[in-house]
């Protein structure tokens, strides 16, 4: 069981160049996001989805793309990379607990990070 | 003020000491409360949550949720230098259509032998 599997791990870019980083889940999971982690700013939602077919913005989406056409596969596109798009990213897929009360808690299983630097 | 406030730290404590890691929230709304753990250069995993109020323990590990107060604690007893990590507070309101999880920026703890 691989769980949340990102790629690639370490990424150098150009300013100005595009690309995607991949995110793959195999827990069946019907909800998926996308996080960067920056020093002293901690863990902020980028894009998020609910479903195959359903996605929406999260906390910082600007120069960000998602698309979600299978469950299992949740990618994050960078348009025209910046020097401020230098970060760690981390997938994450979830599941409600519903062993408590409400509508039970989300639980994330988080992908092990990519890192990317922007020039 | 921001949704989630938590200490970044650093702290430093001896091996078997007991831990406190605090977070404090401003939005009434959350319902949900979980800690998070993260190692260096690792994704965060989930130790515990919990649902409202009160107390909920796990092994070495106990959280508190005061709603009252919007303070949630997370105790580490007898600490070991495993423990050493970054842990972060999460939250996420009621309702079945919300997801969304706000973080708190994290604490650095390192436990020393």
């Known amino acids: 069981n691989a769980g949340v599997t990102q790629t690639p791990k370490f990424q150098v870019l150009k300013t100005g160049q595009s690309m995607t980083l991949q995110c793959a889940q195999d827990?069946?999971?019907?909800?998926m996001s996308w996080y960067r982690q920056d020093p002293g700013m901690g863990l902020r939602l980028i894009h998020y989805?609910?479903?195959?077919?359903?996605?929406d913005q999260g906390e910082v989406p600007n120069g960000y793309n998602v698309s979600r056409s299978t469950t299992e596969d949740f990618p994050l596109r960078l348009l025209s990379a910046a020097p401020s798009q230098t970060s760690v990213y981390f997938c994450?897929?979830?599941?409600?607990?519903?062993?408590?009360?409400?509508?039970?808690?989300?639980?994330?299983?988080f992908g092990a990070g990519s890192r990317l630097t922007v020039l | 003020q921001k949704e989630v406030e938590q200490d970044p730290g650093p702290l430093s404590v001896p091996e078997g000491a007991i831990v406190s890691l605090n977070c404090t929230y401003s939005?009434?709304?959350?319902?949900?409360f979980m800690w998070y753990r993260q190692y260096s250069r690792k994704g965060p995993e989930l130790l515990m949550y919990?649902?409202?109020?009160g107390n909920k323990e796990d092994g070495r590990f106990t959280a508190q949720v005061d709603k009252s107060s919007k303070y949630i604690s997370l105790f580490i007893r007898d600490s070991q230098p495993s423990d050493s990590a970054t842990y972060l507070c999460?939250?996420?309101?009621?309702?079945?259509?919300?997801?969304?999880?706000?973080f708190g920026k994290g604490t650095l703890l390192t436990v020393n032998p």
């Open positions: 994450a897929s979830s599941y409600r607990t519903l062993d408590q009360g409400g509508f039970g808690a989300n639980v994330l299983t």
């Open positions: 827990m069946n999971h019907e909800y």
């Open positions: 989805s609910v479903g195959a077919g359903i996605t």
């Open positions: 939005n009434s709304a959350f319902q949900y």
């Open positions: 919990t649902y409202s109020s």
């Open positions: 999460a939250m996420s309101e009621g309702g079945g259509s919300n997801y969304k999880l706000t």
